[in-house]
């Protein structure tokens, strides 16, 4: 079984929902988990995940973390030797995401409260991986000074699932099918 597999087995999406839709988890569509959020469908968080391919002992930014699913499918791949940091902007999602990744072994994956007007968590960086889980217009500069060398960052932008890697001073962006995502604030 491949990682991101491997991933999923190890981290059910029910223990990730609010519990009048725990029932669903198994479905592929995307489900409210309040405050205007959605957890992502699997097949979505999937292709992402492989776009992403995260290796044990990276540090990895999620941002948009909001039931805590991402953080602990990116804390299975990472490992005990990497670290996986959550941002979310929303306060009550941010606890309840919080308290749904302590139910995991995955203590060296946490999610923080997201500062207003600041992308990412800048004064953690570098980041070898950067998942987004939000659509933006365009890459956000923000972001990708975040990234470290040979660093590679997946978010959907304008509509379409975007990948980029920095290779050096070079980036390289790529995309790879459309997707609807809630808006990056």
């Known amino acids: 079984m491949d990682a991101v597999s491997s ?10 929902l609010p519990p009048a839709s725990q029932w669903r988890a198994d479905l592929d569509a995307p489900i409210l988990i309040g405050h ?5 469908q699997p097949r979505t968080v999937e292709a992402m995940l492989r ?15 909001g039931s805590g699913w991402t953080t602990a499918l990116l804390g299975h791949l990472v490992g005990p030797t990497g670290t996986v940091i959550g941002v979310e902007l929303e306060p009550a999602l ?3 995401g919080r308290a749904n990744l302590r139910r995991t072994r995955f203590t060296w994956a946490d999610i923080h409260q997201a500062e207003p007007g600041t992308l990412g968590r800048p004064a953690e960086a570098p980041y070898d991986r950067v998942l987004v889980s939000a659509e933006a217009r365009e890459v956000p500069q923000a972001l990708l000074d975040q990234l470290g060398e040979e660093g590679r960052m997946v978010l959907p932008v304008a509509g379409l699932m975007t990948l980029v890697v920095r290779v050096g001073e070079e980036v390289v962006t790529s995309w790879h099918g459309h997707y609807r995502f809630v808006p990056l604030r």
């Not at 991933?7 to 990730?16: L, M």
């Open 7 to 16: 991933a999923f087995e190890a981290v059910p999406r029910a223990g990730f």
């Open 36 to 40: 205007g959020q959605t957890n992502s």
């Open 51 to 65: 776009l992403l391919d995260v290796r044990p002992g990276q540090r990895v930014l999620d941002v948009g973390s």
């Open 94 to 96: 941010v606890l309840w």
